[in-house]
């Protein structure tokens, strides 16, 4: 996996030639933001939307496989997960309205009753 | 009619149940003693009814008169009913003419299932099943233990269903008076009308088993009333002590249970008594058998407090006084009693074999106990205590009365015992009443000035007691003490029976000294008193504030009516039933009736020796106690030492204290630190190291979303690398 980082194809001029390490790579870029921004901010919508921003991340993987092996199990099953991401994401965001409402704030810190 | 005396005790039960009910409704608590007089009047009736007209329906739908009352007497004739098909058989072939009722089945041990056809009923064919196999259901048992939850009828049954129903509703009348205002006063009726169902279940019990669960029960009902003042810590105490002796007595009781089952296939009586073993007089017994009515013996000694477990009655007077009146003089102390009357034919064929009869050894303890608790009942300074110990000597009586093959003479007594200790014990509760609790005698005097009717109705229950000539009490005690004589002269008792019968002459004596010792302090002399710090209800009396300060006749309705028959039953109850040979006819239509020597002289010489001792014991006491003299000091100055023992109970209690209790306490005391600080700490050890290790991890669980996150991340991050590196 190692190499994926660094292909032997990697070349400026050969950028009009993506190859799967470009896909990947964004897919990574895209992923470790998402989680990093997951963990840093406070703001609920905003951690939200960083998760979203994994998700399409790990996206990006699945499309890239696809089209790179010929197969389409892969596009599929992303129209799948995009479809499920699209409800799920009306579900989060009205939960984050209603915990809103609750503590007039949106600070995911406000909320600790899980505390051991 | 006998079909009905089985709703006796569930008649009462449903009071039970229904005064249970009004604990919870404060505002109808007043109902509850209605209630239970409702419910013990009603058993009455049916128990009249049933005396009256005992007849019932046999298999065949015909109308069947029991067999103990045949040509309108009371005395066995030549016809005897079998109760199972209640077919009319001959005497000869069946001893003990009894009618058992109703016999479901109600528990099995052991034994192989029976099988049968389910029929339609509309067609009358077989059920088919699933399979096309006829279906079959479980319709009764082969071998093993089946236990029958069915009703035993006969004399015994009558007299003892007559007396508990009969002077349990007066005692219940009384009581609607006494407990008037007590804010417990529902809870007091629901455990004496459970108290009624189980002493019924108890004496109408057609197998060991039923009747071991009415003695449970009653014990139980003993238990709460004792103590139902449960504020008082004597009042408890009593409660735990009055329980945990019947327990002793019950080890006993139970093992002969286990016996009977061993040797006779069965605890059902009409089973017990026609097995071989117990039919043939005279023949090789095995030792199992030998053992039973030693066993029985140990649980009635309990129940009806002889020596040596008669400690609890005494204490258990921390009752309220109806239930002393009812449960520890009229009934529940004789189920011992009757549990010997009832088991007479294995302690009679014993009696034949054994070495040690049983029955000799019933009558030594009873004797013994006679004079001992008569001994204490002298220096007694207790009002109700003296009427215990009386009662506990009384019963005493009832037992040497069995021990002297006089069955007839123990229930004799224990009727008429129930008329006037009712009596005696309700009248010193009307003392009590009016002096607010008090109890020492020492503080009263002349009280027959302000409560005349409560001093001339003690007065009928003293002169009964006494065994005053003519009284209830002379005639019974006299049928017990003629019986050991007669059975020491003439029968093969031997000189102990002769022994056994001075003691009780003695006995008679002491008593009619000690109960008119408590009379003539307590109603004759100086009026003086001292007010206890109990408060009942005084206006519920129509009394004044000011009135409230000094004693006062009880109210005719409900406390002294109910008395009147009890009063006139101790006077004349005795010559009736002596007379027109009631007691005696019904014994001998039961189980209990066994053939004693009979002997017409010895019967008239100890008529006239008793009536006299009685006399002579009450001039006695009127020499000492008739108005207040201080001749009694002087003699007790004189009798310091035996005085001194018998005030002090012949130290019994602290024998016991010492002897049992305390090794007791001190062994749970050493097993409670063994437990403590050996097993406890091992177990919580076991228990420290989870927990110790939950609280180094707990700080990780902050409830905080980026805590879960970052703990995921660190997951994922994990195995990631895992696969990377090791795999």
């Known amino acids: ?34 989680l990093v921004g997951f963990v840093t901010r406070k703001n609920l919508i905003v951690m939200f939307l960083c998760t979203e921003m994994m998700f399409q991340g790990v ?58 | 009619m006998l079909e009905n005396a089985v709703y006796i005790p569930w008649i009462a039960a449903l009071g039970a149940v229904l005064c249970g009910a009004l604990c919870l409704t404060p505002s109808m608590k007043k109902l509850a003693g209605p209630i239970c007089v409702l419910s013990i009047l009603a058993g009455f009736g049916l128990t009249v009814g049933s005396f009256l007209n005992p007849t019932f329906e046999n298999d065949q739908q015909q109308q069947v008169q029991a067999p103990w009352k045949t040509h309108g007497t009371y005395a066995l004739d030549d016809v005897a009913i079998d109760p199972h098909s209640h077919e009319v058989i001959h005497a000869d072939d069946y001893k003990h003419p009894a009618v058992v009722i109703q016999p479901q089945p109600w528990m099995h041990v ?77 809870r007091f009726f629901a455990a004496m009308a459970l108290f009624i169902f189980a002493m019924t279940t108890l004496v109408m019990a057609d197998n060991l088993v039923l009747l071991f669960l009415g003695w449970e029960g009653v014990g139980l009902c003993s238990y709460l009333l004792i103590g139902y003042y449960y504020g008082k810590d004597s009042a408890v105490a009593a409660a735990k002590k009055a329980f945990i002796v019947n327990r002793i007595g019950d080890f006993g009781f139970l093992i002969g249970i286990f016996l009977c089952y061993q040797h006779f296939g069965s ?48 204490d258990a007077m921390a009752g309220p006084t109806p239930v002393s009146a009812l449960v520890h003089a009229a009934t529940m102390v004789t189920a011992g009693v009757y549990l010997v009357a009832r088991m007479m034919p294995v302690f009679d064929v014993v009696h034949l074999q054994a070495t ?75 003392v009590m009443h009016a002096l607010a609790g008090t109890l020492d005698i020492r503080t009263m005097g002349g009280l027959g000035r302000k409560m005349p009717v409560t001093k001339w109705l003690m007065f009928a229950g003293c002169i009964a007691l006494a065994g005053v000539p003519f009284t209830a009490g002379f005639y019974s005690k006299d049928v017990i003490i003629a019986a050991a004589w007669t059975q020491g002269i003439y029968g093969d008792g031997g000189t102990l029976y002769i022994v056994l019968g001075l003691l009780a002459l003695i006995t008679a004596l002491l008593t009619a000294f000690y109960t008119f010792r408590l009379w003539f302090i ?13 408060h009942h209800s005084e206006d519920d009396h129509g009394h004044d504030d000011h009135h409230a300060h000094e004693p006062h006749e009880m109210p005719w309705w409900p406390m002294n009516l109910p008395l009147i028959p009890l009063a006139i039953g101790s006077a004349v109850a005795g010559v009736l039933l002596y ?102 700490a091992t177990i919580m050890s076991f228990g420290w190291a989870p927990r110790l290790l939950g609280k180094t991890v707990q700080p990780t669980q902050a409830g905080k979303l980026h805590g879960y996150g970052l703990g995921m991340i660190a997951g994922v991050t994990a195995v990631a690398l895992l696969l990377l590196f090791l795999l």
């Open chain 2, 110 to 186: 052991g034994g192989t299932a029976v099988y049968e056809e389910v029929i339609d009923k509309k067609s009358g064919h077989p059920v088919l099943g699933r399979d096309g196999q006829p279906l079959e259901q479980i319709v009764g048992y082969e071998g093993g233990l089946q236990i029958n939850y069915g009703y035993y009828f006969d004399g015994l049954t009558m007299i003892m269903l007559l007396v508990i129903t009969g002077i349990g509703s007066l005692i219940a009348i009384y009581a609607v008076g006494y407990m008037k205002g007590d804010p417990g006063v529902a």
């Open chain 2, 579 to 680: 007379e027109y040979h009631v007691i005696e006819g019904l014994i001998k239509a039961s189980s209990a009736y066994t053939d004693a020597a009979y002997s017409e002289t010895i019967t008239m010489i100890m008529k006239i020796v008793s009536g006299f001792l009685a006399v002579a014991g009450i001039a006695l006491a009127g020499v000492f106690y008739y108005k207040t003299s201080d001749r009694a000091e002087k003699a007790a100055e004189l009798l310091k030492g035996p005085v001194g023992i018998l005030r002090g109970k012949y130290f019994i209690d602290e024998f016991y204290d010492r002897v049992i209790v305390r090794p007791l306490f001190i062994t749970g005391q050493v097993a409670y630190l063994i437990d403590q600080l050996v097993i406890h």
């Open chain 1, 1 to 34: 996996m190692l190499d994926v980082l660094q292909p032997a194809g990697l070349q400026l001029a050969a950028l009009s030639q993506l190859a799967l390490s470009h896909f990947l790579m964004t897919a990574a870029i895209l992923f470790t933001l998402g």
């Open chain 2, 356 to 430: 040690i009869s049983p029955l000799t050894v019933v009558a030594v303890v009873g004797g013994v106990t006679a004079l001992f608790a008569g001994t204490i009942a002298l220096c007694s300074n207790d009002l109700k205590g003296v009427f215990a110990y009386s009662t506990v000597s009384q019963l005493g009586y009832m037992f040497l009365g069995l021990g002297a093959l006089s069955t007839h003479g123990a229930v004799f007594h224990l009727v008429t015992h129930a008329f006037f200790k009712a009596l005696l014990f309700l009248t010193a509760g009307s």
């Open chain 1, 59 to 116: 996206v990006i993987t699945l499309v890239a496989f696809a089209m790179f092996h010929n197969n389409v199990t892969g596009q599929t099953f992303v129209i799948f997960v995009l479809t499920v991401a699209a409800a799920e994401a009306a579900l989060a965001l009205g939960l984050v309205v209603l915990m809103f409402r609750r503590r007039r704030t949106l600070d995911a810190n406000a909320w600790a009753a899980m505390q051991g």
């Open chain 2, 267 to 314: 605890t059902d009586f009409s089973v017990i008594f026609n097995h071989e073993l117990v039919t043939t007089k005279g023949a090789a017994l095995p030792l199992g058998v030998m053992a039973i009515p030693f066993c029985l013996m140990v649980g009635a000694f309990g129940k009806s407090a002889q020596i040596p477990l008669f400690v609890w009655l005494p």
């Open chain 2, 522 to 534: 307590v109603f004759t002399g100086e009026t003086k008193y001292e007010m206890g710090d109990e």
